[in-house]
């Protein structure tokens, strides 16, 4: 399981890539909340009417150079679910809300995190955060991740976009942790290797494509 990343020497990015990156990110990112506010507002009102609970989860991560941050998204899961299970989900998961489960299949849960790009915690761009507890298994190489900003999307994301078919509550922690956090680093590391603000462009529009297609 997994895919292999041919190893390549890094190519240093432009001088402008970063003050550009972080320009493109805070446009898009006021565009985006500005666009999607009605959808924000539709969605909360189904969360707040299904339990009564919180709209917003605030889940625990490690962002660049190895800063801790709490990631936003739309809660899909019943209250104190992270008491009650793994911080890795699967499809199966009992804890996941019936809105919860539509929010997560269209990727809706995810747009809160546009606010984690207006604050600098998190770029359009980037390997995906992880939670503590998976960080600390990270060997030196795999650390390496921690030198960007983690982004909403990005390879490993693209391509690890339907992880929780591949994960089933029995083999939750071997599985996830022996074959597929591996696989998702070596593609992360590939895009540090390779970043530049035309392949972020390309990560974005093969994002945008995938959110729509059906596989």
């Known amino acids: 399981m997994g895919i292999e990343v041919e190893a390549k020497a890094e190519r240093k990015p432009s001088p402008f890539y970063g003050p550009a990156k972080r320009l493109f990110d805070l446009a898009v990112a006021l565009v985006l909340l500005a666009v999607t506010s009605p959808i924000f507002g539709l969605v909360a009102f189904f969360i707040k009417r299904e339990d009564g609970g919180p709209i917003l989860y605030g889940g625990s991560r490690i962002g ?6 709490k990631i936003l998204k739309f809660r899909t899961m019943i209250l104190n679910a992270d008491k009650l299970g793994p911080a ?24 809160p995190q546009l606010v984690n790009v207006l604050k600098g915690e ?8 992880e939670a503590p507890v ?5 060997t030196p190489e795999q650390r390496r991740v921690l030198s960007v900003p983690p ?12 992880e929780v078919r591949l994960l089933h509550e029995s083999t939750l922690a071997d599985v996830y942790e022996r074959e597929i956090m591996p696989a998702k680093l070596n593609l992360d590391l590939a895009y540090i290797r390779r970043r530049s603000f035309l392949y972020d462009l390309e990560l974005l529009a093969r994002t945008a494509l995938a959110l729509f297609s059906r596989d």
């Open 64 to 69: 660049k150079d190895g800063r801790p941050f």
């Open 88 to 111: 890795i989900t699967t499809g199966d998961d009992r804890r996941i809300t019936r809105v919860g489960r539509v929010l997560r299949a269209s990727k809706l849960d995810e747009l």
């Open 122 to 129: 998190m770029s359009l761009v980037g390997p995906r955060p």
């Open 134 to 138: 998976y960080v600390a298994l990270y």
């Open 151 to 162: 982004g909403i999307t990005g390879l490993a994301a693209i391509e690890y976009r339907h």
